[in-house]
């Protein structure tokens, strides 16, 4: 198995087998203060926030071809992302709009606002069966 992360010094994604080796940069251009990611081996997907000068959420292959940005408008602060395998959606949190949110992974469409809240700082998102978990600063 292999671990993906996000370099935040660097504006990197990166891999590596789960025991450190075979560390690569997968995504080295174009990414500006990448925030989470979340990967889905049988598509062969990597998904991404990113906070920076434009936030946005991109997804490519495992080996960082073919990179599209899935959503780019009404978004600030993308934290967390999550896939829910079974119904192939995309979740992702914003600290900003203080909004959960999910997309189709496949075309980014029929995006729907799962929870809208006030006051909060949304950190991350977790998509297991029918449950949605999330943590607030």
């Given at each position: 198995g292999n671990i993906y992360w996000t370099d935040h010094g660097f504006n990197l994604v990166e891999v590596a087998r789960l025991n450190g080796?075979?560390?690569y940069v997968v995504i080295s251009q174009g990414?500006?203060?990448p925030r989470s990611v979340a990967v889905h081996p049988e598509k062969g997907y990597l998904?991404?926030?990113e906070?920076?000068?434009t936030p946005c959420i991109g997804r490519a292959h495992?080996?960082?071809s073919?990179?599209?940005v899935l959503v780019s408008l009404g978004i600030a602060w993308p934290n967390g992302i999550s896939i829910d395998y079974e119904e192939n959606k995309l979740y992702w949190c914003d600290?900003?709009?203080d909004k959960i949110e999910r997309i189709d992974l496949e075309s980014g469409g029929n995006r729907e606002i799962v929870l809208s809240g006030s006051n909060v700082d949304l950190f991350s998102v977790a998509v297991f069966g029918?449950?949605?978990y999330w943590s607030d600063r």
């Open positions: 080796s075979f560390r990414l500006d203060q998904f991404w926030t906070w920076g000068q495992l080996d960082g073919e990179k599209v600290a900003r709009t029918a449950y949605i």
